[in-house]
C-alpha cells in the first residue's frame, strides 16, 4: 500500500537517500532481522565483534567469507539503479548514506556515497597501515601481506566498534544540509545510525520513510510508503520525473 504521495523530488535541491539492509533485500542479501535474518543462523557475539576476532579470527572469517560469497553473486537492485541514475542526472542534488556493507550503491553507479559501517570488501591491518580492497570470494590470504603477523580485518564496523569519524563528520554535513530526507529499508533499531533522520529534520528537512513494516521512528517522518523499496521509487521517480522512472 502506497500512503498519500504528493511529494515532488524535483522541489527539493538536495536529497539525501538513508539506506538500510531492506534496499539490498530484493538482490538476496539477507536482512538482519525480519524473515531470513542472518543472525538466526550465526550468533553475532561470535562473529561479528572485535572480541570475537581476537578470540578466533579464523572462525570471524569464515562467517565473512561466507557473507562475501553470498553477497558477491548478488546484483543491485531497481531501487539501487533509480538512485544512481538520478545522481547521474543531478550529481549536486544527491547523497547517499547507507548502513550498508555490501557496496551494491557503487556497483548500481553511485558515487557520493557514504558507508556508515565501513564495506566488506574493504580491508585493514590493526597492527600496520596496510589497506586493500578486493571483491575476491572467499579471501584465501587472511594474513596482512606488509607485517606478516596479523590477520587482515574487513574494515567493517562491528558491533561494540566506533564508527569512522571521518565519516561520520561528512554525514552530519550532508544531514545538515539535506532539504529532502528518504530512508529506505532501515529498522531504526542499530545506533547511533537510527538517530541519523533526525538530524536532517531539525535543520529544516522534509523526511520520507520507505518500510513495508512500521518502524519506531516512523512517527517523525511527514511521509511513508507502506512497500517494498523498488516498488516506493519506482513510484516516487515516476511522480517527479519520468525519465528517471524507466528501469534497466
Ligand atoms: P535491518 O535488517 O535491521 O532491517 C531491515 C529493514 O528493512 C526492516 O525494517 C524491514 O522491514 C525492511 N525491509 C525488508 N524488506 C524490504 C524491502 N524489500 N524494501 C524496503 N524495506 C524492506 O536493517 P538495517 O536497519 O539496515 O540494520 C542495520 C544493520 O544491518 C546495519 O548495521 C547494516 O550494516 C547491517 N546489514 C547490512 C546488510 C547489507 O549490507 N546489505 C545486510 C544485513 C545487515
Ligand atoms: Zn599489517
Redesign the pocket.
Known sequence: MIAHMSLQIADFSRVVFF?????????G???????G??WKSYDYESCACQEAFERDPEYVWEFHNY?RSL?AK?EP?K?HRLIARFEAQLPDACVVV???????HQLAGSRRVHE???S?WQLRCDRCSYREETREAPLRELHCPSCKSAYKRPN??WFGDSLFPEVLSAVDDALRQCDLLIS???????YP??QMPLVAKRAGATLVE????E?PLSHAYAHHYR??????LRELFRSSDPRTSETR
Open positions: 539506506t538500510g539492509a531492506g534496499l539490498s533485500a530484493a538482490s542479501v539477507p536482512t538482519y532481522r525480519g524473515k535474518g542472518i557473507r553477497i548478488c537492485t531501487g547507507t548502513q550498508n556493507i555490501d557496496g551494491l556508515l559501517h565501513g566488506i567493517i564496523v529506505i529499508g532501515t529498522s531504526a533499531q542499530v545510525a537510527a520507505i518500510n513495508p513494516e518502524t512497500t517494498t523499496a523498488d516498488e516506493a
